[in-house]
């Protein structure tokens, strides 16, 4: 089992330009997560989702939209990237909610907004 | 929202011990708790739930006051391997919400 993936581990991008980031997991996962990590910060949630089809805002959600067409995949969509969206983004999946169950973690994609 | 963890860092030389801690202001429903090294991703440890058992992994171990809102990391004759970030994460007492903390840097040096 390759667990959680995610594509591209890096990326730079110029103040407007779009872009989409892919999350995969292959564990059957109905919850995914997207999460945006800042310096003294923690990890922010982004946007998550239940189930196919679904998907619902977290606590900084603004700039960023999601889609969830697979159970499998996650997407992450900039649409103008800002420099303030530079970040380390982690995807994460879990069997239930996360409040109940373990999240696992993707292995990171650095986003840098010139 | 966020739950406030202290030390925000500390430095350990190996075999010492070392606790971390994790309070809320708004009464929650179980406590998580995440390990993170530079470079990678967070890595889960355990979860306390409301009125459950003080668990423990290895020589790591962890509490929860529920009366107090507050979870502790206990971290017994550190090993260079312990060093990194630890985040707890809470959730409210109806079982939502689930908040990551700003973490506490932990370095065991030999």
């Known amino acids: 089992n390759a667990g959680v993936t995610q594509t591209p581990k890096f990326r730079v991008l110029k103040t407007g330009q779009s872009m989409t980031l892919l999350c995969a997991q292959d564990?059957?996962?109905?919850?995914m997560y997207w999460y945006r990590q800042d310096p003294g910060m923690g990890l922010r949630l982004i946007h998550y989702?239940?189930?196919?089809?679904?998907?619902a805002k977290g606590e900084v959600p603004d700039g960023y939209n999601v889609s969830r067409l697979k159970k499998q995949n996650f997407l992450l969509g900039l649409e103008s990237a800002a420099p303030s969206q530079t970040s380390v983004y982690f995807c994460?999946?879990?069997?239930?909610?996360?409040?109940?169950?373990?999240?696992?973690f993707g292995p990171g994609t650095r986003l840098t907004v010139t | 929202q966020q739950p406030v963890q202290s030390p925000q860092a500390v430095i350990l030389r190996e075999g010492e011990d070392a606790v971390i801690n994790c309070s809320s202001s708004?009464?929650?429903?179980?406590v998580h708790w995440y390990r993170q090294k530079h470079g990678e991703a967070p890595v889960f440890l355990m979860i306390?739930?409301?009125?459950?058992e003080q668990k423990g992994h290895d020589k790591i171990s962890a509490s929860f006051n529920e009366k107090k809102q507050q979870s502790s990391l206990y971290l017994t004759a550190s090993q260079l391997s312990y060093s990194g970030t630890y985040f707890c994460?809470?959730?409210?007492?109806?079982?939502?919400?689930?908040?990551f903390g700003p973490g506490t840097r932990l370095s065991v040096l030999p």
């Open positions: 564990m059957n996962h109905e919850y």
């Open positions: 708004k009464a929650l429903y179980s």
């Open positions: 989702s239940v189930g196919e089809g679904t998907t």
């Open positions: 994460a999946s879990s069997v239930g909610l996360a409040g109940l169950y373990e999240q696992y």
């Open positions: 994460g809470t959730v409210n007492a109806y079982g939502q919400n689930f908040v």
């Open positions: 306390l739930l409301k009125g459950g």
